[in-house]
């Protein structure tokens, strides 16, 4: 058996008909007693003891070529092995800040 990967970015996707933009406001409205759940079993308190987020989500890595002042280098390099994961992180937490505020 093969399998098909097929990607579209955003912008591919055709916009909604107004026959599903009808389906959505349906069930948007519908009460969330309604909601069939005998086929999902419950969540217990003890498997959210136990999550992790983010768990099994791994970014691919990119290798690129980008200029940084020398001092922030250095201050990066003195706190020992890892300074390339250390800016990744940095740049995260900013990138994720910066989405969080819009």
């Not at 987020?53 to 980008?66: C, D, I």
């Not at 250095?74 to 800040?97: P, T, V």
């Amino acid at each position: 058996m093969s399998t098909k990967i097929v990607r579209m970015r955003r912008a591919d996707v055709p916009p909604l008909t107004e026959e599903q933009k009808a389906q959505l406001r349906a069930l948007a409205e519908r009460p969330d007693s309604e909601i069939d759940f005998s086929d999902i079993p419950e969540t217990t308190e003890e498997a959210w003891q136990n999550a992790v987020r983010g768990r099994f989500y791994k970014p691919t890595k990119t290798s690129t070529t980008v200029r940084i002042d020398s001092d922030v280098l250095a201050w990066l390099r003195s706190q020992g092995k890892g300074y390339q994961s250390r800016i990744n992180a940095i740049l995260r937490r900013e990138m994720l800040a910066s989405l969080k505020n819009g």
